[in-house]
T-cell receptor
Framework: AQSVTQLDSHVSVSEGTPVLLRCNYS??????LFWYVQHPNKGLQLLLKYTSAATLVKGINGFEAEFKKSETSFHLTKPSAHMSDAAEYFC???????????FGKGTMLLVSP | GAVVSQHPSRVICKSGTSVKIECRSL??????MFWYRQFPKKSLMLMATSNEGSKATYEQGVEKDKFLINHASLTLSTLTVTSAHPEDSSFYICSASLGADSYNEQFFGPGTRLTVL
């Protein structure tokens, strides 16, 4: 069994400040982990994924995430927020080699000028 | 990147009618397509996985006679909600992939908002 907990339903930041979106997972095996972003009226877009290679994963648009097995965490970070980063972000877990994706409930990132 | 479209984007129907939602991969051939349902303020729940030319595999608790899935070609899958009721109102999202495992990225459509009156 696997599950994902996104600790914040909403995160508000000012443009130019760092972003931290928190995600904890539960899995009975070595998981694959993903972050997806969903802009209004757009499909979900893959930001980055971890599949048992380097624990620090770099994604698109300056985002990165670090897999910490001891903390069962996969937090998403960005050094400097941009207005265009405002969207809903989903942390996702999957068993390696299997198609079933288990989604967190999402975190809405709000960016103010 | 790969593009997946859904049609319609929004649909309103009367209770008891059937509604068909199309999912198309526009610039690649999708061996596997997935259908998800998203409730307000909830995460996406996988409903079923379909491979081109074969029957869909439904997740536990999803009625296969209620949610008919057809994957007749490598670029098109359809979800038909039969005899829709207000509790079927939801946001339905499809995704398409080159393969059935998590090493193959799933490309998501923009979703279809279904409202059943």
């Amino acid at each position: 069994a696997q599950s994902v907990t996104q600790l914040d339903s909403h995160v508000s930041v000012s443009e130019g400040t760092p972003v931290l979106l928190r995600c904890n997972y539960s899995s009975s095996y070595s998981p694959s982990l993903f972050w997806y972003v969903q802009h209004p009226n757009k499909g979900l877009q893959l930001l980055l994924k971890y599949t048992s290679a380097a624990t620090l994963v770099k994604g698109i648009n300056g985002f990165e995430a670090e897999f910490k097995k001891s903390e069962t965490s996969f937090h998403l970070t960005k050094p400097s927020a941009h207005m265009s980063d405002a969207a809903e972000y989903f942390c996702v877990v999957s068993a390696p080699g299997y198609s079933t994706l288990t989604f967190g409930k999402g975190t809405m990132l709000l960016v103010s000028p | 990147g790969a593009v997946v479209s859904q049609h319609p984007s929004r649909v309103i129907c009367k209770s008891g009618t059937s509604v068909k939602i199309e999912c198309r991969s526009l610039d690649f051939q999708a061996t596997t397509m997935f259908w998800y349902r998203q409730f307000p303020k909830k995460s996406l729940m996988l409903m079923a996985t379909s491979n081109e030319g074969s029957k869909a595999t439904y997740e536990q608790g999803v009625e296969k006679d209620k949610f008919l899935i057809n994957h007749a070609s490598l670029t098109l899958s359809t979800l038909t909600v039969t005899s829709a009721h207000p509790e079927d109102s939801s946001f339905y999202i499809c995704s398409a992939s080159l393969g059935a495992d998590s090493y193959n990225e799933q490309f998501f459509g923009p979703g279809t908002r279904l409202t059943v009156l």
